[in-house]
């Protein structure tokens, strides 16, 4: 089982770039999200996804936009990247129980602003 | 709100001793409550879960007890390893929300 796969894992971006981080879950999982680590260990919610083309913003969704055209896949947006936004992405996803059994999460995208 | 206190860290101790990892809650409902485990360099594991009062949830000698008197969660192993040594959140849902709620995060460190 792939389980949620996420890609890059690792990427550089200079100030203003714009690039897209790809999440896949092959769960056939209804919900997925998008979360933030920085230093401090603590986990921030950018945006979320209940089902196939919607989505909703959680507690810091500037500067960030998401898509989720296919029930796999969640895609993270940044238009034009910051400094602040360098950080480790994680992308999650769950099922509609998912609130009896968790979620799963990806291993990650370290992203660097310079 | 919904929320989820943790134990601040980090937590320093030797192989083999006892661990406790305070969590507590506050919810409207009744929430499924979760333990989540970070090894460096990877994403969260689910480490164990109880869904009701009472329930113990168990994985890999630790184990957290389901309190509702006390609204906590707390993380315990009775001997931990070196290889323990991670990033803990607590965390909780409640049916009809659409995400979980996660506690700050507590790192420990067991030297040998």
């Known amino acids: 089982n792939a389980g949620v796969t996420q890609t890059p894992k690792f990427r550089v971006l200079k100030t203003g770039q714009s690039m897209t981080l790809l999440c896949a879950q092959d769960?056939?999982?209804?919900?997925m999200y998008w979360y933030r680590q920085d230093p401090g260990m603590g986990l921030r919610l950018i945006h979320y996804?209940?089902?196939?083309?919607?989505?909703a913003k959680g507690e810091v969704p500037d500067g960030y936009n998401v898509s989720r055209l296919k029930k796999q896949n969640f895609l993270l947006g940044l238009e034009s990247a910051a400094p602040s936004q360098t950080s480790v992405y994680f992308c999650?996803?769950?099922?509609?129980?998912?609130?009896?059994?968790?979620?799963?999460f990806g291993s990650g995208t370290r992203l660097t602003v310079v | 709100g919904d929320s989820v206190t943790q134990m601040e860290g980090p937590v320093t101790l030797s192989e083999e001793a006892f661990l406790t990892i305070n969590c507590t809650y506050t919810?409207?409902?009744?929430?499924?409550l979760f333990w989540y485990v970070q090894y460096p360099g990877e994403g969260l594991q689910l480490l164990l879960k109880a869904t009701k009062a009472d329930d113990k949830g168990s994985n890999k000698g630790f184990e957290a007890t389901y309190r509702k008197e006390t609204t906590s969660f707390h993380l315990e192993k009775g001997s931990v390893q070196v290889s323990d040594s991670a990033v803990y959140f607590c965390a909780l849902g409640l049916f009809g929300n659409e995400k979980l709620t996660f506690g700050t995060g507590t790192r420990l460190t067991i030297i040998p």
């Open positions: 996804s209940v089902g196939e083309g919607t989505t």
């Open positions: 769960m056939n999982h209804e919900y």
């Open positions: 999650a996803s769950s099922s509609l129980q998912g609130l009896n059994y968790g979620y799963t």
């Open positions: 919810a409207t409902g009744y929430p499924s």
